[in-house]
């Protein structure tokens, strides 16, 4: 079905899953927080994720190369999927690709989008300028976009931590699918 048809579809079935532990006891990953805040977010503004994040990220920042799923969907990229990036794994000390997919549609706004290496890095300057409060429209969030929930130093996706080597604190964001 329809991708917010999937995403509600999975969230019912984990939403009747009991509790690892009570809220606010401890830190726990999981995809299903991000699968749940982009229902939210596709209820609230009657689009789909993917098209919220089209219009409210890609285009705003000007990621030109952003999509979902694997890289080879770009659309800029060569009909050929030679020239695509792909994912590898190692088995006895050799590089294997792996066939490109990714998470499950339900799951996509826990990380199913891809950038070219200078989006990337225009991605990374845009959260760089925002931590700084220099783009206004982001100084809302800024109390807890990069703000770490007490006991951790992962808030939203990053990691902030305090490091000799940049006389202070960092943002960092190692989030994968687990294939690229």
């Known amino acids: 079905g329809p991708t917010p048809e999937q995403r509600r579809h999975f969230l019912t079935g984990q939403l009747q899953a009991p509790l ?16 749940l805040a982009g229902a939210m977010l596709e209820t609230v503004a009657k689009k789909r994720w993917e098209d919220l994040i089209k219009t409210e ?35 006895d000390d050799e590089g294997h690709p792996i066939r490109p997919f990714d998470n499950p549609t339900a799951v996509a706004p826990a990380g199913a989008v891809h950038l070219s290496i200078l989006d ?17 429209r982001m100084k809302p969030f800024l109390r807890i976009l990069y703000a770490p929930p007490a006991g951790s130093d992962y808030p939203f996706g990053w990691s902030v931590q305090d490091r000799p080597w940049a006389d202070g604190k960092t943002l960092n964001h190692a989030g994968s699918n687990t294939m690229f």
Do not use: C, M
């Not at 690892?20 to 699968?35: D, L, T």
């Not at 990337?120 to 206004?136: D, S």
């Open 57 to 91: 990220i890609f285009d705003w920042i000007g990621l030109r190369s952003g999509g979902f799923g694997p890289p080879v969907t770009s659309p800029l990229l060569p009909a050929s999927t030679a020239f695509a990036p792909s994912g590898d794994f190692w088995e």
């Open 20 to 35: 690892e532990a009570e809220p606010g006891e401890k830190f726990i990953y999981s995809n299903f927080g991000y699968s």
């Open 120 to 136: 990337a890095a225009r991605y990374a300057a845009f959260h760089l300028a925002a931590t700084r409060g220099e783009i206004q």
